[in-house]
């Protein structure tokens, strides 16, 4: 079946850089474009980064564009985020999640990894 | 940027009926989605462009965008229902994809 491991998570100085992966199964990766998501201790959901199905396209979000960036290898079916220069408003689940080819929702989404941005 | 405003809570007694709104400048204009997250669990997409359902949502969830604000309702809400709620539009002057601040429900 269609899944989305993310993985890379962890605790972080502020300053300091990470990169998350995303690795899909169940279907044609290379055919879809991807998202990333992040949710912020006890707040809703806000966009991050997007990418087109060959990492042709990418789009940031105000609050992270030049500093995060968003990648893909579709030779090994995985999704990336670099993110540096890492604030503590920077701390929430990431997720990451499927842009089916012709629309702009997300379906389906991974289980999340958590960054904590801290002294 | 576009922005999605949506009522916080909304509390249901099981059985009746959720309705969920998400307004937007000119919303009708736009695809509207909508996503379920129970606690501690990634979201779920529950309605897409307005209101088409994924293969394995119950047709209790249903959406509608007309009159300057879209809905998502729940009929014969149920315990499982009880989760947080998001609208979600892709903003074509800037590219980039706006989720609503959610809405609680709440099975009494």
């Known amino acids: 079946q269609v899944q989305l491991v993310e993985s890379g998570g962890g605790v972080v100085q502020p300053g300091g850089s990470l990169r998350l992966s995303c690795v899909a199964t169940?279907?044609?990766?290379?055919?879809?474009?991807m998202c990333w998501v992040r949710q912020a201790p006890g707040k809703g959901l806000e966009w991050v980064a997007v990418?087109?199905?060959?990492?042709?396209?990418?789009y940031y979000a105000d609050s992270v564009k030049g500093r995060f960036t968003v990648s893909r290898d579709n030779s090994k079916n995985t999704l990336y985020l670099q993110m540096n220069s890492l604030r503590a408003d920077d701390a929430a689940v990431y997720y990451c999640?499927?842009?089916?080819?012709?629309?702009?929702?997300?379906?389906?989404w991974g289980q999340g990894t958590l960054v904590t941005v801290s002294s | 940027s576009y922005v999605l405003t949506q009522s916080p809570s909304v509390s249901v007694a099981p059985g009746e009926t959720a309705t969920i709104t998400c307004g937007g400048n000119?919303?009708?204009?736009?695809?509207v989605h909508w996503y379920q997250q129970k606690s501690r669990q990634a979201p779920v997409l529950v309605v897409h462009?307005?209101?088409d359902r994924p293969s394995g949502i119950p047709e209790r969830f249903s959406g509608s965008n007309f009159g300057g604000t879209a809905t998502l309702t729940v009929s014969r809400v149920e315990a499982g229902d009880e989760a947080d709620y998001y609208c979600?539009?892709?903003?074509?002057?800037?590219?980039?994809?706006?989720f609503g601040s959610g809405t609680k429900v709440t099975v009494l």
């Open positions: 999640a499927m842009r089916p080819a012709g629309y702009n929702w997300f379906d389906p």
């Open positions: 169940g279907f044609t990766f290379s055919r879809h474009g």
């Open positions: 990418t087109s199905y060959n990492g042709d396209y990418k």
């Open positions: 000119n919303i009708g204009s736009k695809r």
């Open positions: 462009d307005n209101s």
């Open positions: 979600q539009v892709w903003d074509i002057n800037s590219d980039h994809y706006v």
